[in-house]
Each structure stands twice: as structure tokens, then as C-alpha cells.
Nanobody
Framework: QVQLVESGGGLVQPGGSLRLSCAASAFSLDYYTIGWFRQAPGKEREGVSCISRGTTILYGYYANYADSVKGRFTISRDNANNTVYLQMKSLKPEDTGVYYC?????????????????WGQGTQVTVSS
């Protein structure tokens, strides 16, 4: 069974940084496309970023980002630790929410909830002074 665990959330001031982690046990994240989503209070969950599964050295990973986070967030893989990271910089109050990672087999990396089959429980990010 695919189980995902997010960590790294917390309270940070505007302009600060956080790094979220999405870890898995008993299976390799490298075989899955991983997405990050967030849900702010009173709002629907929205896609933040995703990174495709890798196939060969020639056809490596690719990533997508929501327009609202481009240039501030970076998604990456650490296959040695079976973890996907979301590095968040220049955080804004509107980045506040519960952040979820999700996984789907295959190489399609899109920021659409129904695409993903497996979800973590989420980690809270609060950006406030």
C-alpha cells in the first residue's frame, strides 16, 4: 500500500523559507509522479507543483509549477532518501494552508487532483507576522 508522509510545515514570517518533505516507506517514490497541493481555510485544494517520475538518463524528470509560486518554490527528488522536497522561499501570507503530497504512477505531471491516486495527511504551513 502506498503511504505518503509530509513533514516540515510550521509558522514562518513573510519573506521566510520552509522546506517540506514527502517521504514514503515500502516503495520507491522514483516510480511515481509526485504532486504538491495546498488548501487554504475556506478554499478548495489547489495544485502547487509536481515532478514527474524519471525513466532513463536521457528522459529525466520534469516539473510544473502553479503561476502563483513560480520563481519562489522548487520541487526536487532525493532518491537516496526516497523523499521529494518542496523548497519554499519568499513566503507570503497567501501561501498559508495545509500542504499535501500525492502520488500517481506514470510520467504525466499535471496539477489536477483527480490525476493522483495516493495522498498524504498534510502538513500545516502558516505565514504570518
Amino acid at each position: 500500500q502506498v503511504q505518503l508522509v509530509e513533514s516540515g510545515g510550521g509558522l514562518v514570517q513573510p519573506g521566510g523559507s520552509l522546506r517540506l518533505s514527502c517521504a514514503a516507506s515500502a516503495f520507491s517514490l522514483d516510480y511515481y509522479t509526485i504532486g504538491w497541493f495546498r488548501q487554504a481555510p475556506g478554499k478548495e485544494r489547489e495544485g502547487v507543483s509536481c515532478i514527474s517520475r524519471g525513466t532513463t538518463i536521457l528522459y529525466g524528470y520534469y516539473a510544473n509549477y502553479a503561476d502563483s509560486v513560480k520563481g519562489r518554490f522548487t520541487i526536487s527528488r532525493d532518491n537516496a532518501n526516497n523523499t521529494v522536497y518542496l523548497q519554499m522561499k519568499s513566503l507570503k501570507p497567501e501561501d498559508t494552508g495545509v500542504y499535501y503530497c500525492a502520488a500517481v504512477g506514470g510520467r504525466r505531471c499535471v496539477l489536477l487532483e483527480p490525476t493522483y491516486d495516493y495522498w498524504g495527511q498534510g502538513t500545516q504551513v502558516t505565514v504570518s507576522s
